[in-house]
């Protein structure tokens, strides 16, 4: 199962966790998780070009964004983006797990 935890303070969203794997089908060939990670770097990007400054760590099987100086342009890129898993977790039930944490 994909793990997404998103972190929220005064309720905008600045950051998240991605990790895991969907298990929907054999590596390689698994499109929940290709889809989950064509998102990430797009919402990643959106960040990037919108001069959020998102501070971007991959590790093995993880990869973590902050904004350390949230605004409501990165807390809707973020809030579209967890709609977004949202909408695959719809289409693929239990592939991924979401949550918001507040920080």
């Not at 794997?21 to 990430?40: F, P, R, T």
């Not at 993880?62 to 990165?74: D, F, Q, V």
């Amino acid at each position: 199962m994909i793990r997404a935890e998103f972190f929220q303070s005064d309720g905008l969203l600045k950051g998240f966790d991605i990790s895991g794997h969907a298990g929907y089908a054999e590596s390689g060939s698994d499109i929940v998780c290709a889809s989950v990670s064509s998102a990430v770097q797009f919402a990643v990007n959106i960040l990037d070009s919108f001069e959020c400054n998102p501070h971007i760590n991959v590790s093995d099987n993880l990869i973590s964004c902050r904004i350390t100086s949230a605004e409501n342009t990165s807390g809707t890129v973020l809030e579209v983006f967890r709609n977004h898993l949202e909408s695959i977790l719809e289409e693929f039930p239990e592939t991924i797990e979401i949550t918001i944490s507040e920080v």
